[in-house]
């Protein structure tokens, strides 16, 4: 039985031999990137009657490694809009009113306050660029930062 398995075992080292010496270039081109030297015989031309064959010889070698080039994605902000000026209401002097940034635009331009008549108070908005002074009850919170007016 051990002969057998030595025999086997003979065959796969042969085998693995004679494929590393005939894929040899594509082996070593592998490895190190470098192609083998390519020899070329091409006769000269000149103004004398006789030819002279000239040996030149090249090496080439893929050295180049392409790296993809990463780049941010491209946020276009929407132009901050213009606070209204030109609100009436105020709102209840006695309770939470000021600049407040209700658009997510980085700048406090919406001008909120409790607004209404007793029991019908609710908390509104005169948002920047819009036209209407107020905004329906309960969209916005009161709590969140704020300027005071």
């Known amino acids: 039985?051990?002969?057998?398995?030595?025999?086997?075992?003979?065959?796969?080292?042969?085998?693995?031999?004679?494929?590393?010496?005939?894929?040899?270039?594509?082996?070593?081109?592998?490895?190190?990137?470098?192609?083998?030297?390519?020899?070329?015989?091409?006769?000269?031309?000149?103004?004398s009657t006789?030819?002279?064959p000239t040996t030149s010889t090249?090496?080439?070698t893929s050295t180049s490694i392409s790296t993809p080039v990463v780049t941010a994605p491209v946020v276009v902000k929407p132009p901050v809009k213009p606070r209204m000026t030109n609100f009436s209401d105020k709102g209840w002097s006695n309770m939470t009113k000021g600049w407040y940034d209700m658009q997510n635009q980085g700048v406090r331009n919406?001008?909120?306050?409790?607004?209404?008549?007793?029991?019908?108070?609710?908390?509104?908005?005169?948002l920047a660029g819009a036209t209407d002074q107020y905004t329906t009850a309960r969209i916005y919170d009161p709590n969140l930062p704020h300027d005071p007016a």
């Open 1 to 47: 039985m051990s002969g057998v398995v030595l025999i086997l075992l003979a065959l796969v080292i042969t085998v693995i031999i004679i494929l590393v010496v005939y894929y040899w270039d594509m082996v070593k081109k592998f490895f190190t990137g470098v192609t083998t030297a390519v020899v070329s015989t091409t006769p000269t031309t000149g103004t």
């Open 110 to 126: 919406d001008y909120c306050r409790y607004v209404g008549d007793s029991p019908n108070i609710w908390f509104s908005c005169a």
């Open 50 to 52: 006789t030819s002279t």
């Open 58 to 60: 090249s090496t080439s």
